[in-house]
């Protein structure tokens, strides 16, 4: 908008500051609307000028473009769930003694609750040691090794454990040709991923490596995959933001699959595995996980780009991942989740935040596509379809772009907030939203509620910090 | 002794978010312990049963039934909370209003409204600088109405936004219009051919009233800031909408309202002026005739300027035009001054109508101590002329044209001063202005004692204007002040009382 369309076609105003300016207006029959300004949300000078150095000038074209390429890539992946199979198979290096778990990098000593006890159920399912408390003094005796699934192409929900003898499901990015795992999700109640461990936890975890994976691996090979690029299209528009809702998301893959694995297998075992997809509304949750890290791995390490490659949580520290940064990682402590709690239950039975399910956050569903599941609003708020939509118009401030494949009706067919920008989230204060699952504090309970969380500042005001001194340096 | 009510409702479904909300919701009624609302399926019914608030009712819900376990202090707030919620699952009680959302970010407010083409940013000056980078980011013009704004960072957007075709109005702008639409402080006066560049807030709303009242009107009156003149910025706004105004066909005249630029950059004002095509009226305040080129109208007083430009207009070229100034020296000579009072004390709440005022009285011979002036306020000094909303007088609180208070004491204390003759005074009204200034000075004034300084006031302002001006004026002439058609007259008219008669 030029100055001489400004001064022909007369003033329309967008003010920030005094609202009685833009009211005014307003009263006299002039387009005006106001900013909901406030200042920066932190005063930490080194970081407010970091975002401005990012912002400006000939960084800033050097940051946009390397950020346009990032969006790039995420828009034209094409995920596709190939397979299941073990662990073991799938990553490299992952044998005994060694377990992978959610979030950024921690030591045994600095876990949570529900982190350690899952952890001593997986010791105990793979034999490594007799009984949980074994497995308890094992896993503190300094003999495990513990890695994040990040660093090995894998997401797992809440603590998110991996041991080389579970089945994992496979995504493939067509376009980039790389993988990304995920586990099986294994229902609701007692379950590993809210730190279980008894024998009910263990028995489902070896039924899904001896019957439920395979079963899987042969429908998928025999369907040739399926595209999940469309079912995600699909699933927005029937209610579904892919974290806390994945109702519809999971009964398109279920008649993907049903026919298929009807074939395939005996009877007795085609419904019992059916019955256990069908018996599960979040079944999807852990397929839209790797298909997010399928995504989002080919991002990394692109020179300048200020766009979050992961955000996850080990129940302790919150750590993100910046493109331009590569695979360092920032962290902060976790926040609380506000939500809804389970009869019985109330926040201070509430675990801190948790899980790598925010990668999907990251690729722009979860709390970013809240206006499309209007059903999942009212975890927080009023819950009314209008605050929904608030949430995702907010979450759209601190991204790059819209994703023009994945649009919400009730938007208008707007596409969801995509490429998490660390620039725009310091600048605005405005910190991703994440839709979780609450876990008990104590292991082996399970999942007490659901609401929402937000990402720490922090994280983003280091990686602002960290993106700024490259390239200065560079 | 708590007491622990089930009710089945049968065939009743809710999604369980929608439950859930329910449940917190009665849970934080008063003397509830517990409440859950969830239907019976199997797995449900177990996890109520696990968390002891399931009882022999409840046990017989099947998956399609609803249960209402509630566990409270005594019988009656079991009975309150599941009217409550009876209420509530009727369906139409939670319907509550849409909440608009407002976006953070102007980033998040462009994307809902793309077509904006100014961005009006009065946010505290530090952060001024960033908005408007980011609005000159997406395409937006900007006007900042926030001072403290860095020189440097001033100069770094006029130069950016000239790169790029758009138009910084300020920092430090408090007035504008943009095709007859009146910006932040500014009057409601009619829209006109008269297009207006203006270093100043309140000159060029006075400027406007008094075209308004004579007949004209205004198309566009770009504020360019203070310091845009200076040499240290180069009237790099002033120059674009010199263009700006000189490209506009429906524009017949351009009026330029500053103090005296920095002497290279009046060099390529005036320049662009004289060549710009249209008639041209300066009113550059301590600037003479002779230092303005030929071509260009020179004026010392706003009333000059807008009476000069009315004149000048196609449709005002009427000769039955009667001169409206009133006489006066006449009107001086029927005042009288309390006795042995000499003193002169103006107290102004617009800056550039105290330095038109300094100027006028200095003219005449009255050479008055101000603390808009290099030298700043003498309070011994006979003369005084003090513009409140410099910022000695503003920190920590609004500026005397949102808030007149503070002149408030200042005034009683003038009024009661036996050394006071004539107390001058402005009123500024408009969009932005106090809804009612004449009634703070009036409370003053009702105080004073007999034998009292004569008051004279200008009110900046139109009978189109919030405050309405005819209002404004009958209050203050109620209350004995001698109230003027500008500040100009105002000020002519102390000098001729204070003139040794």
Redesign the interface.
């Known amino acids: 908008m030029s100055a001489s369309d400004l001064l022909s076609r007369g003033p329309e105003v967008i003010g920030i500051g005094l609202q009685r300016f833009v009211d005014d207006l307003q009263s006299q029959g002039i387009t005006a609307s106001s900013v909901d300004w406030r200042p920066p949300a932190t005063r930490d000078p080194a970081v407010l000028q970091a975002a401005a150095t990012l912002s400006s000038g000939a960084i800033a074209e050097l940051v946009n473009k390397a950020n346009e390429e990032a969006l790039s890539r995420m828009l034209s992946a094409d995920p596709v769930l190939v397979n299941v199979n073990l662990a073991a198979e799938l990553i490299e290096g992952l044998g005994e003694h060694k377990i992978l778990h959610a979030g950024p990098p921690i030591e045994w000593t600095d876990m949570c609750g529900p982190m350690q006890g899952a952890i001593c159920g997986a010791i105990v399912l793979e034999g490594w040691a007799k009984n949980l408390d074994d497995a308890r003094a094992l896993a503190g005796s300094g003999k495990i090794t513990f890695e994040p699934n990040h660093h090995h192409s894998a997401v797992g929900p809440m603590t998110g454990i991996v041991t080389q003898s579970m089945p994992l499901m496979v995504v493939e990015n067509k376009t980039f040709g790389n993988l990304a795992y995920c586990a099986i999700n294994e229902g609701l109640g007692k379950v590993m991923r809210f730190g279980g461990n008894d024998d009910s936890v263990l028995d489902r975890l070896r039924w899904l490596e001896s019957t439920m994976g395979p079963l899987l691996a042969d429908s998928l090979l025999a369907v040739d995959g399926i595209g999940l690029k469309n079912i995600i299209a699909r699933g927005l528009s029937m209610g579904d933001e892919m974290h806390q809702r994945n109702v519809a998301c999971t009964s398109l893959v279920l008649r993907e699959l049903a026919a298929t694995m009807a074939r395939v297998s005996e009877p007795d075992a085609a419904s019992e595995a059916l019955e256990f997809i069908a018996g599960n509304d979040q079944f999807f949750l852990n397929i839209a996980m790797a298909m997010g890290k399928a995504i989002m791995d080919p991002v990394r390490d692109i020179g300048g780009s200020s766009i979050v490659t992961a955000m996850a949580r080990n129940g302790t520290e919150f750590g993100i991942r910046v493109s331009g940064c590569g695979d360092q990682w920032f962290t902060a402590p976790v926040e609380m989740p506000r939500g809804l709690y389970f009869p019985g239950y109330s926040e201070k039975d509430a675990n801190p935040d948790m899980g790598d399910s925010t990668i999907v956050e990251t690729i722009g569903l979860g709390g970013f596509a809240m206006a499309a599941a209007p059903a999942v609003a009212g975890f927080v708020g009023a819950g009314n379809a209008s605050d929904a939509a608030a949430y995702t118009s907010r979450m759209a401030e601190i991204t790059h772009t819209r994703n023009p494949e994945w649009t919400i009706p009730a938007l208008d067919f707007a596409g969801v907030p995509s490429g998490i920008d660390v620039r725009k989230v310091v600048s605005s204060g405005i910190p991703p939203t994440i839709n979780t699952g609450i876990a008990h504090r104590e292991p082996g309970i399970g999942q007490v509620g659901a609401g929402v969380v937000n990402a720490p500042m922090a994280c983003f005001e280091q990686a602002c910090l960290a993106l700024s001194e490259r390239l200065a340096a560079s | 002794m708590s007491v622990l009510l089930n009710e089945v409702r049968k065939g009743f479904y809710l999604?369980s978010?929608?439950l859930?909300?329910l449940?917190?919701e009665l849970s934080a009624l008063s003397g509830i312990e517990?409440a859950?609302l969830?239907i019976g399926t199997p797995?449900n019914l177990q996890?109520?049963r696990?968390?002891?608030?399931l009882d022999s009712a409840g046990e017989e819900a099947g998956p399609n039934d609803l249960v209402i376990?509630i566990r409270a202090d005594r019988k009656a707030s079991t009975n309150r909370a599941l009217a409550h919620a009876e209420k509530a699952m009727k369906g139409n009680s939670?319907a509550?209003k849409?909440?608009?959302?407002?976006?953070?970010?102007?980033?998040?407010?462009?994307?809902?409204?793309p077509?904006?083409?100014?961005?009006?940013?009065?946010?505290?000056g530090e952060?001024a600088g960033?908005?408007a980078?980011?609005a000159l980011d997406l395409?937006?013009?900007v006007m900042i109405?926030?001072d403290n704004v860095p020189l440097e960072r001033e100069l770094e957007l006029k130069q950016r936004a000239r790169d790029l075709?758009?138009?910084v109005m300020g920092p430090d702008c408090g007035t504008a219009y943009?095709?007859?639409?009146?910006?932040?402080f500014a009057n409601a006066v009619n829209k006109g051919s008269t297009g207006v560049i203006a270093a100043s807030g309140t000159g060029l709303q006075e400027f406007s009233v008094l075209l308004h009242r004579a007949g004209g009107g205004i198309k566009?009156g770009i504020g360019v800031g203070g310091r845009d003149l200076s040499d240290s910025i180069g009237g790099i706004s002033t120059l674009?909408a010199i263009d700006?105004l000189a490209?506009?066909d429906e524009v017949e005249q351009i009026v330029l309202i500053s103090k005296p630029p920095g002497e290279a950059t009046a060099k390529a004002i005036f320049d662009k002026l004289a060549a710009c095509g249209k008639p041209v009226i300066a009113c550059v305040f301590g600037l003479s005739a002779s230092q303005i080129p030929d071509g260009i109208s020179c004026t010392q007083t706003l009333r000059e300027a807008a009476e000069l430009t009315h004149r000048q207009s196609a449709n005002a070229a009427d000769p039955t035009e009667t001169n409206t100034t009133p006489d006066l020296h006449n009107l001086a000579s029927e005042l009288t001054i309390p006795t042995g009072a000499q003193s002169l004390v103006g107290l102004y709440t617009g800056g550039t109508l105290c330095t038109e005022a300094l100027l006028i009285l200095g003219r005449a011979g009255l050479s008055c101590s101000s603390n808009t002036s290099k030298e700043g306020l003498d309070s011994t000094a006979q003369y005084q002329l003090i513009d409140l909303g410099a910022d000695e007088y503003t920190v920590g609180r609004p500026h005397p044209m949102i808030e007149p208070a503070v002149r408030t004491p200042l005034l009683q204390q003038a009024v009661n001063d036996k050394n006071v003759a004539v107390i001058l005074l402005d009123l500024v009204l408009g969009?932005?202005a106090h809804e009612d200034p004449a009634a703070e000075v009036v409370s003053a004034l009702t105080a004073a004692e007999a034998n009292k300084p004569l008051v004279v006031a200008s009110v900046c302002g139109t009978d189109k204007d919030p405050q309405d001006y005819q209002r404004q004026r009958a209050a203050l002439e109620a209350a004995g002040v001698i109230v003027c058609n500008s500040n100009s007259e105002a000020a002519e008219l102390c000098a001729l009382i204070l003139e040794p008669r």
Do not use: Q
Request: a negative charge; proline letters at 3%.
């Open positions: 999604d978010v929608a859930m909300r449940s917190a517990e859950v969830m797995s996890i109520m696990d968390a002891d608030i376990a939670a509550g849409a909440t608009e959302h407002r976006a953070r970010t102007l980033r998040g407010s462009h994307a809902s409204n077509d904006a083409n100014l961005t009006l940013i009065s946010t505290p952060y960033i908005e980078n980011s395409g937006l013009n109405f926030s075709d758009l138009l943009i095709n007859g639409v009146p910006l932040a566009h674009s700006l490209n506009d969009f932005g």
